[in-house]
C-alpha cells in the first residue's frame, strides 16, 4: 500500500508518514496542494491523508482539484474538532472520510484500512452524463449551462438515472431506488414521473435522453442526448 500524506506541517507530516511505515504502508510527503496534484497524478496512490489546513488552497480545493483531475484513491480529510462545516464541504468535495485533530493513531490506521478495502473506484461528487450535471450535495441540476428546477422526485429519479447511465433500469428498479415504501401506490408512477422528467431535462433543449425499452423500462442515454 503506498499513501500520500498531504500536510504543511513538517512536524506532523513526518509523524504521520512514520506510522504509516512503521505499519508497512510507503508513504511520500507532499507539503502543498499543487505538490499533492502533481505527485498524485503521477503515482497510483492506495489512498491519501488530506489535512484541511493547508497555505494558499485549503483541503477541500486540493481534493476538488484532485478529482477534477481523475484521481480516484480513497481519501482521509483531516480537520478541526469543531469545524462541522469544514467537514461537510471536505466530503461533499470528494473526500471518502475525516478524522478530526487530535487523533489516535490507531483510528487513523482503522479508517485507511476500511477506506483502502474500497479501492479507487470513480466515484465523482457531480455527476456527469453528457450536457446533464447534477450535484447532489447542493440539489441541483444542469442541461448545459442551464439550471434545471426539479421536484424532490424528479431530482431522485434523475440521480438514479445518472448513476446507471447506459443501463436499462425496469419500473422496478427505479422504484426501488427513488421511492421508499410510502409511495403513492399507483402502478404507472413511475411512467408518470419519468414523463416529468422528459418536460424538463429534454423537451426544452430538443433531446431525448430518456430511452423507453418497450417490455424492459428506461435507459438513460450514455451521452445524455447530445
Ligand atoms: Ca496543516
Known amino acids: 500500500m503506498r499513501a500520500l500524506v498531504v500536510e504543511d506541517e513538517a512536524k506532523m507530516a513526518a509523524l504521520i508518514r512514520r506510522g504509516l511505515v512503521e505499519e508497512g504502508y510507503a508513504a511520500d510527503v507532499a507539503r502543498t496542494g499543487d505538490d499533492a496534484l502533481w505527485m498524485a497524478r503521477a503515482t497510483p496512490y492506495d489512498v491519501i491523508v488530506l489535512d484541511l489546513m493547508l497555505p494558499g488552497r485549503d483541503g477541500v480545493e486540493v481534493c476538488r482539484d484532485l478529482r477534477d483531475g481523475g484521481v480516484w484513491a480513497p481519501i482521509l480529510m483531516l480537520t478541526a474538532r469543531d469545524g ?30 476500511a477506506l483502502t478495502r474500497r479501492g479507487a473506484a ?27 428546477e426539479l421536484s424532490t422526485k424528479e431530482f431522485s429519479l434523475l440521480e438514479t438515472f445518472m448513476r446507471r447511465s447506459g443501463q436499462v433500469l425496469s ?12 409511495y403513492e401506490n399507483r402502478s404507472n408512477v413511475v411512467d408518470v414521473y419519468v414523463r416529468y422528467l422528459r418536460e424538463k431535462v429534454d423537451r426544452p433543449f430538443g433531446r431525448n435522453s430518456i430511452e423507453t425499452v418497450r417490455g424492459a423500462g428506461y435507459r438513460l442515454r450514455r451521452d445524455g442526448g447530445d
Open 84 to 113: 462541522v462545516e469544514d467537514r461537510v464541504a471536505g466530503l461533499d468535495s470528494g473526500a471518502d472520510d475525516y478524522l478530526t485533530k487530535p487523533f489516535s493513531f490507531a483510528e487513523l490506521l482503522a479508517r485507511l484500512r
Open 122 to 148: 470513480e466515484r465523482p461528487a457531480v455527476l456527469e452524463v453528457g450536457s446533464l450535471r447534477l450535484d447532489p450535495s447542493t440539489r441541483q441540476a444542469w442541461r448545459g449551462e442551464t439550471e434545471i
Open 171 to 182: 419500473r422496478v428498479d427505479l422504484l426501488e431506488h427513488a421511492w421508499d415504501y410510502g
